[in-house]
């Protein structure tokens, strides 16, 4: 495993996280860019659909590094969003926020993730391809800030 990911601390994320997980995803274009509240509910226990929110903190423990979000409908998740600070890239977090949402979904009783992402996120599609995911279908013009597809993908998780 990279260095970054050895020193990481996967936990859920709480509403303190919630600043620098929106910096993160404001300094990544990529990233969907949710306002405050809808990373607040993603918190709520009470919210539907329910979702799992984690962050990869440290070192120290209190720096967010990362974070994945994914709505639960089991016996199926979304994964709505993961995204690692550019600093922090291509060190294994991403990997590792991954694995431990895909442990989490599957205690929740997750049997596939099904995701969507732009068709010209390569970065973003080789880790998805890299994780097991494959593609199902295809949105075409479904990004309307720049007119993209959108390909979607599904992970089966045993």
């Known amino acids: 495993m990279k260095p970054l990911a050895q020193n990481v601390q996967i936990r859920p ?6 600043s ?12 969907p ?4 509240a809808a990373y607040l509910t993603a918190l709520n226990p009470e919210s539907t659909p329910h979702r799992i929110a984690l962050v990869g903190a440290g070192p120290p423990p209190e720096s967010v590094q990362g974070f994945t979000v994914a709505s639960l409908l089991a016996p199926q998740a979304e994964l709505e969003s993961i995204a690692v ?3 922090s890239q291509r060190l294994g977090l991403g990997r590792v926020l991954f694995d431990a949402l895909a442990n989490d979904l599957r205690a929740a009783g997750v049997l596939e993730i099904v995701l969507e992402v732009r068709a010209s996120n390569r970065p973003a599609l080789a880790f998805y391809r890299s994780a097991g995911f494959g593609q199902t279908g295809l949105r075409r013009a479904y990004y309307a800030d720049s007119i993209e597809d959108a390909l ?3 992970l089966h998780v045993t």
């Open 20 to 31: 620098r997980v929106m910096e993160i995803a404001a300094s990544l274009p990529e990233a």
């Open 152 to 154: 979607l993908m599904r």
């Open 85 to 87: 600070a550019a600093g």
């Open 13 to 18: 994320m709480t509403a303190a996280d919630v």
């Open 33 to 36: 860019q949710w306002p405050e």
